[in-house]
């Protein structure tokens, strides 16, 4: 019992992360029809960013945990506007592939430059101190920092969703989706919205980098074969709605959570199968809108 | 009529062109070994080449971009080691297991993955290759890490010792060029024709009555199977069959190819993969600065050099022919 319950805890952190990502990646491709390779490696920078601000700090000032999922996000969203501005919005008028192609060659080179400053070895990273320690429910011990962080990216994961659904900014953002030309004409400036829905998408992934630093070490590939698993969640959500990506990402971790603990072997293809399921059910995806 | 006439005569030279180009390059690699080239590198190039002309097949022509090729290198290098090592069969039996292996897979992969287009293909290939990589990493035949290690080259139909290293060039070599002039067949058949029109426009090639997703899955499982040939002779060659060639930078290596040496063009992926391994080679002590150049070169690509090697020499060739 105690095991099935610690794998459905697995299950549910690498569900906010897979939410988190395939969120960033939904919200990225709505807007600017590409699919950004580079996601991994981005989350893989903010895990660096806060590693960086531990162990290094700014002009000497050492910065922690709770400063890091502010800067890091930041930093790395410029990063990504940098990408957006002098690379990507070049491809916007080719075929959608070379967006993938180009996203591709760039996390090769971010993820190469890493493993030759830092080798492929893991680093740790200290959880904080006031979310150390954990509590006992009875039938489990649940870990306080895991928990943080199921609520944190839930938080995150809805404060998206409000902004996207809800908000003057997120009726712009979905009005372009629909229709680039058309909102343009009523005066809203596209470009740089595309500019900064990239770096939102970015700066996404960079949180969950920081928020990952603890839990798994921080290495150079860590985001690298993540990506691939996200792609698929992404595939079986269908990248039509943004409570589609949260839902399917936890979901699809719970399920890989309790594969572990039923049946090891298969906890790492379970997610591909079920994408393999899906296409041959619902080609859209369980969310998606065929276009 | 004298239009079509003279458009005629335009395809018909490059046909020839594209003849004697392959003229060239036999001539060029038949006598490579005597010229004082490592013969080991130019057939692990032409294995790459035939690969990356695989995949071009479906990118450069069909317009799919796939994201998972390796797992099709991958399955026929392990099926052929594993037939010619344990069940001892002669190595053309052994390639023909392995490569009819990755036809079969193509075929399953391929009647999945065409139910999406676009991004959501290239998403699709790679994740199911990730999928039969971990199936590889767990099965115990594959040994895992270590691979399938000594297998053995055998002899040709039973006769020819392939141990020697001239006679397993030529077989290479032979290999290459026959798989070479059946995709140039297949681009130039009325089926490859059909092809291009569905890349450039789908809905209009449905509309006169092409069954675009039969012709889809047609060049898919091709695609699969040339690429599995490429794996099982890549195996017999260097008598291993290793989780590096069903793992995700593989797949990517191989657009790499395409895209360097000039996607859509005939002789572009092997362009592209001689001077990819030849980079490799000559890099490999750097270690992970072969990736981030591998990267640098796809950025390049991507932004400056679209048409790749292939495609700006042809572009240049007919630019100045006017």
Known sequence: MQALFGQLLIGLINGAFYAMLSLGLAVIF???NIINFTHGAQYMMGAFCAWFLLNHGIAGVRLGYWPSLIIAPIAVGIIGIIIERTMLSRLYKLDHLYGLLLTFGLALIIQGVFRNEFGSSGMPYEIPQVLTGGVNLGFMFLPIYRAWVIVASLVVCLVTWFIIERTKLGSYLRAATENPALVQAFGINVPRMITLTF???VGLAALAGVMAAPIYQVNPLMGADLIIVVFAVVVIGGMG??????????GLGIVEGLTKYFWPEASSTVIFVIMVIVLLVRPAGLFGKER | MAAIAEAAAVRAASRNGVFAATLVMTVLLAIAPFAGVYPVFIMKALCFALFACAF???????????????????????????????WGLTPEVAILAGTASSAALGTLVGALAIRRQGIYFAMITLAIAQMMYFFYVQAPFTHGEDGIQAVPRGRLFGVIDLADPLTMYYTVLVVFVAAFALIVRIIHSPFGQVLKAIRENEPRAISLGYDADRYKLLAFVLSATLAGLAGALKAI???????????WTMSGEVVLMTLLGGMGTIF???????????????LAGLGEWVTIITGIIFVVCVLAFRRGIVGELAAWWTARRR
């Not at chain 2, 060659?237 to 793992?247: K, N, P, R, S």
């Open chain 1, 30 to 32: 709505g807007l600017l």
């Open chain 1, 199 to 201: 770096g939102f998408g």
């Open chain 1, 241 to 250: 709605s943004i409570l589609g990506a949260i839902l399917t990402g936890f």
């Open chain 2, 56 to 86: 071009n097949l479906l990118l450069g022509f069909g317009g799919l971009l796939s994201f998972g090729h390796a797992m099709f290198l991958g399955t026929a290098g392990y099926v052929c080691a594993y037939a010619a090592k344990v």
């Open chain 2, 237 to 247: 060659v260097f008598q291993l069959a290793a989780l590096t060639d069903v793992y």
């Open chain 2, 268 to 282: 572009g992926p092997v362009v592209g993969a001689f001077l990819i391994v030849a980079l490799e080679n000559y």
